[in-house]
Each structure stands twice: as structure tokens, then as C-alpha cells.
């Protein structure tokens, strides 16, 4: 059985396909979604979508590309939905920082530093989005003694920021990167890494894999990350896909059923 711990099934390209998807999925063996949100409006979609299936998961938070409207009330908020969250909430993000975007970076750490906060105070774990910032995060991080971990989505990188983050408490997001042939330094990572750090994601619809990037991910390509994944790792294929369901269930604390 897989778990896609990172798709945006609440995003419009996907109205009037859920319900063939879900039956696509299961009939795939994954049987469980975690939707993680991007913005305050979108945080009531996403619960009331979770709520009609069994298998969809979800959290709330502020992600750093969706700050143009952001008041510091939305923090108020967000404390208090997590405070009255339902049981299939089961974490706070995705939330970080991007260099390659024009908002600036002293604001997004501010969000990122009080939504870790939060966090902290309810014990939740996180979803992290970082695009060239990975020192700088670790740094935020140590210095607001995180200890709640979670996902590095969408993982790239060198070994050594592996074992870093992998210190902190945090599993790997491994995702589409690993499709390409020219992520040679993510792949020789993530066939190091211990195999309790990995979890898969295919952040559909954005982050088309290899050879499709004209398409709009879906989470059925969870299956291909997966044997790309398996065939950087000493593992057998049973043995990695056991594991990794253990490490997103063990992270997310995900209701056993
Ligand atoms: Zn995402």
C-alpha cells in the first residue's frame, strides 16, 4: 500500500475527477492522500473535501508563495482551527522559504518562524517548502528548538543537508526530482539516506515527472517515483514500500485502519 503525502487535490484541475480518481487510486494500492494546504482560503475547501472521503488527510497552513494577501490575523486563525482540528488534520504546512520568488525573505521568515511556533505549541508536525534557502531554514529550526519534525517536500539536495534535516526529526518528500536523469545529486542521496527518513509524494498537480512535463501530474504517479526510488535502494521493492507506509503513518500519527 502507498501514501501520496503531498498532493493538492483540492486545486481546481481536479473538479469533476475526484471521485474516478479515488477509485483509480485504490484499485493502485494507494489508499490514503494528504492534501496540504497553500492559503487561508483555501483551509475550509480542504477540511469539508477531506471529509468526504475516508482516506484523505490534510493540513493547514500559510505557504510562502500566497503571502500578497496575508494579515497577521490569519495566524490567530490558524492557531485556532488547529486548536478544533479534526483528526484527519494531522499537521501544519506547507510552510517555508523560496528564494526564487519576489516576496521578501525577511516576511516569509516571519510567517515561517510564527507558523513554526504554533506548531511547537500543539505539537504538530510540519510540511516544509524550501527552495534555496536549506541553511537558513536549519538555522530557524534550531534556533526555535523545533522538535515536532516532519516533511521535507519535494526533497533535493546533498547528503550531508539530508542527514541535517533527517537529525531534526524530518523525512524526506521524495517526489518528480528523482525522475530526471540530471538529478544526480538528489538520486545518490536518497539511495544513501536511511530507509525510516524516506516518505513519497508527487505534489500533483504541479511537478510533472520526467518526459511529461507538457501534463499535469496525478497522484498515480506516485507508482512511477516509487520504482524510480526502488531502483537507487539495496531494498526489495516489499520491503521499501512496507517501510515508507510506516514512516508516513509514524510522522502524521495517521489512524491505523
Ligand atoms: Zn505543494
Redesign the pocket.
Known amino acids: 500500500m502507498f501514501i501520496d503525502s503531498?498532493c493538492?487535490f483540492d486545486f481546481s484541475y481536479f473538479d469533476g475527477k475526484r471521485d474516478s480518481l479515488m477509485e483509480q487510486l485504490a484499485a493502485l494500492n494507494i489508499n490514503k492522500l494528504i492534501i496540504?494546504a497553500t492559503q487561508k482560503n483555501a483551509w475550509l475547501t480542504i477540511s469539508k473535501l477531506a471529509s468526504e472521503f475516508n482516506n484523505l488527510y490534510y493540513s493547514l497552513g500559510i505557504h510562502p508563495h500566497f503571502l500578497a494577501n496575508f494579515q497577521p490575523q490569519d495566524l490567530y486563525l490558524l492557531e485556532k482551527s488547529l486548536s478544533n482540528k479534526e483528526t484527519n488534520c494531522i499537521a501544519l504546512g506547507?510552510i517555508g522559504l523560496d528564494k526564487r520568488i519576489d516576496t521578501d525573505l525577511a516576511i516569509q521568515e516571519d510567517v515561517f518562524i510564527q507558523q513554526l511556533r504554533i506548531a511547537q505549541k500543539l505539537n504538530l508536525p510540519v510540511i516544509l517548502?524550501i527552495v534555496k534557502q536549506q541553511g537558513r531554514v536549519l538555522q530557524i529550526l534550531k534556533q526555535e528548538k523545533f522538535t515536532q519534525g516532519g516533511v521535507y517536500?519535494a526533497f533535493s539536495g546533498s547528503y550531508e543537508v539530508a542527514t541535517e534535516f533527517i537529525k531534526l526529526g524530518f523525512k524526506l518528500g521524495i517526489g518528480g526530482v528523482i525522475t530526471y536523469p540530471t538529478a544526480n545529486k538528489t538520486r545518490e542521496t536518497i539511495g544513501r539516506v536511511p530507509i525510516e527518513s524516506l516518505v513519497l509524494e508527487t505534489?500533483a498537480p504541479?511537478m510533472p515527472l520526467y518526459q511529461q512535463q507538457a501534463k499535469n501530474n496525478s497522484p498515480i504517479n506516485l507508482l512511477t517515483i516509487f520504482d524510480v526510488l526502488s531502483s537507487f535502494r539495496s531494498e526489495s521493492k516489499s520491503c521499501l514500500a512496507t517501510q515508507i507506509y510506516k514512516n508516513t503513518e509514524t510522522i502524521f500519527s495517521l489512524n491505523n485502519d
Open positions: 503531498h493538492h496540504p506547507e517548502h517536500h505534489d504541479d
